[in-house]
């Protein structure tokens, strides 16, 4: 990185942290909006694994993603025309889960890149370490080429920013991994603390993802980090909330004295025994008042008082939660319906639905895919555990996330019948039914069908002369529109109209 660039980078932090020190305080510093809130002014460790583990919005921000960029595993294509590559079916025995000799079962390296997927978001970066049986130790670097086959990548294991320390850096400006990590020093916990290890692992069995990388491609920004004020915010709210349930259904009591009555008040003028029995009375009195509010005590026996029940409203938080979840929707980009978990079945429009459903599409295409599939994949075919692809090339097929359904299908179907008869493309049936109505027996199909060809009419009437005219069966009216028919009549003119086409191809 030159020195220019590096000058503009420290201008734009200060710029930002002025900015932020800006917002963070108004009326010449007389308040402090960020001390008022209780907002944290530097996010640790514990801000984000403790919310990712106990506060629910918080988890779903993170797990949303991932859950649904890998949904299911993708395929990898390096042919066409072939059934299965060796390149495709080593990806294939990776990517699934399988049986091992032992008898246990092996989860497929998809499982493990959507695990990858949420540890990166949680923190700044997440690494994946890849177990190699290559002999070496995970300290020294893989050799291209030291692997055979897919079973030599023995396990995968994923750890989060603050279990995979960066221990040393690349220092030599002429390397092409100029200032990136070297070695990592991985935490691994086994069944308690006393147990866990440091290994050292270097580059080249890590698969290193940052998520939102800004400057650095080696730190990204976690995705709590821009929401995290609306999320205490909303945990502000629904814990008062429930504390305003609790002490609605529990109502305050004042406590007062009675008319002439005076409480017994311990002077120090008193003789010693008396005074401490009087010390005793009020101690007693004050622990049932704490045991009748906090507690499950129903009665009170105070000598000389009485109670005098206050009684008070709990407020709807619905508008106040609502505008956390929005913007913190606004912050995300997921529809803040599907944001809410369980209204999305019943609520989320088809618009929410597909509009996040693009924003997926669109992280598979430019994040999950040359971050996360690719590095691992041509990780493998250097060190030889999966063939190259043909040619040096390959693709990356994902399965859509919303399927068409039948009218959709049909509908796509006769607009390419209808581009097809028009460019004089010849086209196998058989291929096409079974892209288009793959649910139809292939026996059905023959390879080339008669044309539907329509029977002569006389004039005003139908083939026999039979006089239907305007209005008949099978006619339509050139004033109206209506041809008459019902509507699983017309359903199957439908059908046949778009099967004489399809027979018509050149």
Request: charged letters at 25%.
């Amino acid at each position: 990185m030159s020195d220019k660039l590096e000058g503009l980078i420290f201008q734009l932090n200060g710029i930002m942290q002025d900015r932020l020190a800006w917002t963070q305080k108004y009326f010449d510093g007389k308040r402090d909006v960020y001390e008022v809130a209780g907002y944290p002014r530097t996010l640790t460790e514990a801000d984000y694994l403790i919310r990712y583990g106990r506060q629910d919005i918080a988890k779903r921000l993170i797990d949303i993603f991932a859950d649904e960029s890998w949904r299911s595993a993708p395929a990898l294509q390096d042919t066409e025309g072939v059934e299965e590559s060796p390149f495709e079916s080593a990806w294939a025995s990776l990517a699934a889960s399988s049986a091992t000799e032992d008898g246990d079962t092996q989860a497929g390296a998809a499982h493990y890149l959507q695990r990858l997927d949420k540890a990166a978001a949680l923190g700044r970066y997440g690494v994946l370490l890849l177990g190699l049986k290559d002999g070496r130790k995970p300290s020294e670097p893989v050799r291209p080429g030291s692997l055979s086959d897919p079973s030599d990548l023995i396990y995968l294991s994923v750890f989060d920013e603050w279990s995979a320390e960066i221990a040393t850096w690349e220092t030599d400006p002429s390397s092409r991994r100029y200032r990136r990590p070297v070695l990592y020093n991985l935490k691994q916990d086994g069944a308690g603390p006393s147990q866990s290890s440091t290994l050292s692992a270097h580059w080249s069995r890590v698969i290193h993802v940052a998520e939102g990388a800004l400057t650095s491609d080696v730190y990204g920004t976690p995705r709590l980090q821009a929401v995290i004020n609306r999320l205490i915010d909303l945990e502000k709210v629904l814990a008062a909330t429930g504390e305003g349930g609790w002490m609605a259904m529990q109502p305050g009591f004042v406590l007062g004295t009675r008319d002439g009555y005076r409480l017994p008040w311990a002077d120090p003028s008193m003789p010693d025994d008396m005074r401490a029995a009087l010390q005793e009375q009020a101690s007693d009195q004050e622990s049932q008042i704490d045991e009748f509010v906090h507690g499950l005590r129903r009665w009170l026996a105070l000598d000389g008082m009485e109670a005098t029940q206050l009684t008070g409203e709990m407020g709807d938080p619905s508008a106040a939660v609502m505008a956390f979840l929005q913007m913190i929707s606004a912050a995300t980009g997921i529809p803040w319906r599907i944001l809410a978990g369980s209204e999305a079945a019943q609520l989320a429009s088809e618009q929410d639905e597909g509009n996040f459903a693009k924003v997926i599409e669109s992280r598979r295409a430019n994040y999950c895919d040359p971050f996360m599939v690719r590095p691992l994949v041509n990780r493998l075919v250097w060190a030889g555990a999966m063939p190259e692809p043909a040619g040096g090339k390959y693709e990356t097929i994902w399965q859509p996330l919303i399927a068409a359904g039948p009218v959709e299908t049909m509908d796509v179907a006769d607009k390419a019948a209808t581009a097809l008869q028009k460019i004089g493309a010849k086209v196998d049936p058989k291929a096409f039914i079974a892209q288009f109505i793959p649910d139809l027996p292939e026996d059905a199909v023959e390879e080339k069908p008669d044309p539907v060809i329509a029977a002569p009419t006389g004039p005003g009437g139908d083939s026999q002369g039979n006089g239907a005219g305007i209005g008949g069966k099978g006619q339509t009216d050139p004033n109206t529109g209506d041809s008459g028919q019902s509507s699983d009549e017309r359903g199957v003119t439908n059908r046949a109209e778009f099967l004489r086409r399809w027979a018509s191809y050149p």
